[in-house]
């Protein structure tokens, strides 16, 4: 008896087509390969390391790389009080990530500063660079950093890549001067 073997291609699978936009098909890319790059500042960073747990397993969403190197992050997770001696270096870091890059503003403390109203902590990290999202609680529950994610992940995956790009290309353009001129 003697069975038939494929190897190669299947030209019935090979008919299928998938059609999408550039736009989409990067954006589905960046959106499951967030590569966060965590600020532990103060309890929160607690409740960051359990999202990466076996629990509440952060890499079902394509994050599990926690990088420590600003150059190698695109997703800043700022997790707890953020002093105004810490501010500039939390700015300078944010400065180091490379573009596209997103924060997330864990917990009250980082956020609105917190119970803390006092000379020494900043009032949300917003007021030193752009948050895209923002998690509530004190501490706030791995669940609720998962969501973060997925709403980060959401925003991600409506970003114009390609158009962007050729605008850019367009600014940029040397004027054509006409010869003779």
Same mark, same amino acid.
């Given at each position: ?7 190669? +291609? %299947?030209?019935?699978?090979? *008919? ?9 098909? $990067? ?29 509440? %397993?952060?890499?079902?969403? *394509? ?12 997703? =800043? ?6 002093? +105004?001696? =810490?501010? =500039? ?5 944010? %400065? ?19 119970? +803390?109203?006092?000379?020494?902590? /900043?009032? *949300?990290?917003?007021?030193? #660079?752009?948050?895209?999202? +923002?998690?509530?609680?004190? &501490?706030?529950? &791995? ?6 994610? =997925?709403? /980060? ?8 890549? /390609? ?7 367009? $600014? ?7 010869? *003779? #001129?």
């Amino acid at each position: 008896m003697r069975t038939n073997t494929e190897i190669g +291609y %299947d030209s019935k699978i090979e *008919g299928d087509v998938i059609v999408t936009t550039v736009d989409a098909a $990067l954006n589905w890319f960046r959106k499951n390969s967030v590569w966060p790059m965590p600020m532990g500042l103060a309890c929160c960073a607690i409740e960051l390391m359990a999202v990466g747990a076996s629990r509440f %397993d952060i890499s079902r969403f *394509g994050s599990e790389v926690m990088r420590f190197s600003p150059r190698q992050a695109d997703c =800043m997770i700022v997790a707890g009080t953020v002093t +105004y001696k =810490m501010a =500039m270096c939390v700015k300078r870091i944010y %400065d180091q990530m490379p573009e596209p890059k997103w924060v997330i503003a864990m917990g009250a403390c980082a956020s609105t500063g917190g119970m +803390y109203r006092s000379y020494a902590v /900043l009032q *949300g990290v917003d007021n030193i #660079i752009p948050v895209d999202v +923002y998690v509530s609680g004190c &501490p706030p529950r &791995p669940e609720a950093v998962l969501d973060a994610l =997925m709403k /980060l992940q959401n925003k991600i995956s409506t970003q114009p890549v /390609l158009r962007d790009l050729v605008a850019v290309k367009a $600014l940029h353009r040397e004027p054509k001067v006409p010869a *003779g #001129i």
